[in-house]
C-alpha cells in the first residue's frame, strides 16, 4: 500500500510539472486592428525596477530577425525606425505600449529580463496579429479587403456580415482575408468583418470605413466582463491541478478499502478446543474439516 502511495504521488508530481512546463510555453495572443493601440504584458518581471531598467523588449517578425525595441527600460535605437520608436512606450509594470498599429507591427515580442548582466529566467512572449481594410474603388464599384496578418501560420477565420440583401455584395473568402464588391451607393454601414482567433476564441468585429471606427480587441483589451486569456490559463491549470488529485486520492481510497475487504473475506479462524479449522466466505455456506 505505501508503495502504491508513493508511485500515485509521483504520478502526480509528474503531470503537474509536465503541464506546468507546457503552458509556460503558450504565448499570449493579441489581434488587433490598424490604427488602434494595444499593450503587452510581460508575465516575467522581476522586482524591484526603476523605470523598467532591468526589462528590454524585442521583436521578430516572420522575415526578421529580433529588433531591439526597448533595451533596459529605454527606446531602442538600432535597426529600428524613428516612426516606430516615437510610438513605443512602457507603462509603469514594464508592459510595451504600441501605438497606431500597422501592419508591419504584427509578429512576436519577447520581453527579457536582466540582472548585473545576466537574463534572468525564460522569455515572457506575445503574439500580436493585426487587421487591416483597405479599399479599392473602380468606376462605380468598390471592393473592400479584411486581412489577418501574422507572425507565421494563420490561426483566423474572417467572414464579411452584411445586414442587407446579399444580392447587393458579392462576397469572396479567402485564406486569412476576405473581400466584399459592392456599388458606391450602398450603404457601408451595413457592412462589418468578424474576425475569430480558432486558438484563443476571441471575436472582432470591424465596422468597414476608416480605421478608428468599431472594433473590439481581443486578448486585455477584451470588454467588460470577459475572461482573459491569461486568467483563463491560471483557471485551467488549477482546475486540472485538482482533478488530478481527486481521481488519484478516489483511487486509493478504492484499492485501500478493497484490500481490507478481502482480508476479512478470506479470514481464517482456529478453533483449537474442537480442532476445527473454519473457511469463511462471504455468500456461501461455511465448510469445516475436522482434524484427526
Not at 512572449?125 to 479599399?135: D, K, N
Not at 471592393?143 to 469572396?172: F, P, S
Not at 478493497?258 to 480442532?275: K, S, W
Amino acid at each position: 500500500m505505501v508503495e502504491f502511495r508513493r508511485i500515485n504521488v509521483t504520478l502526480v508530481v509528474i503531470l503537474l510539472l509536465q503541464f506546468t512546463a507546457v503552458t509556460g510555453q503558450i504565448p499570449l495572443s493579441f489581434t488587433v486592428r490598424a490604427g488602434h493601440s494595444v499593450t503587452l504584458p510581460c508575465e516575467n518581471v522581476i522586482k524591484p525596477q526603476h523605470k523598467c531598467d532591468s526589462t528590454t523588449w524585442l521583436y521578430s517578425s516572420f522575415r526578421r530577425t529580433f529588433i531591439e525595441l526597448i533595451n533596459l527600460g529605454r527606446i531602442g535605437t538600432n535597426g529600428i525606425s524613428k516612426a516606430k520608436s516615437d510610438r513605443l512606450s512602457v507603462t509603469e509594470e514594464c508592459s510595451l505600449v504600441v501605438n497606431n498599429i500597422t501592419r508591419e507591427d504584427a509578429g512576436r515580442y519577447s520581453c527579457r529580463q536582466f540582472r548585473s548582466g545576466e537574463q534572468q529566467g525564460p522569455d515572457s512572449q506575445v503574439l500580436l496579429s493585426v487587421i487591416y481594410m483597405p479599399q479599392d474603388k473602380h468606376n462605380d464599384m468598390i471592393t473592400l479587403y479584411c486581412a489577418v496578418v501574422v507572425y507565421k501560420e494563420c490561426h483566423h477565420t474572417v467572414k464579411w456580415v452584411y445586414e442587407g440583401n446579399l444580392n447587393d455584395v458579392e462576397i469572396i473568402p479567402a485564406t486569412c482575408s476576405s473581400r466584399v464588391t459592392f456599388a458606391s451607393h450602398l450603404d457601408q454601414k451595413l457592412l462589418k468583418c468578424n474576425v475569430t482567433d480558432t486558438e484563443t476564441g476571441e471575436t472582432l468585429l470591424c465596422d468597414a470605413g476608416p480605421q478608428s471606427s468599431g472594433s473590439t480587441p481581443a486578448g486585455r483589451n477584451d470588454p467588460p466582463g470577459q475572461v482573459p486569456d491569461w486568467l483563463r490559463l491560471i483557471i485551467v491549470s488549477v482546475g486540472l491541478a485538482s482533478l488530478i488529485i481527486i481521481v488519484v486520492t478516489v483511487t486509493i481510497w478504492t484499492r485501500a478499502k478493497g484490500n481490507r475487504a478481502q482480508t476479512d473475506d478470506n479470514a481464517v479462524h482456529n478453533d483449537e478446543d474442537e480442532g476445527v479449522v473454519t473457511y469463511e466466505n462471504v455468500g456461501e455456506p461455511s465448510a469445516s474439516i475436522r482434524l484427526h
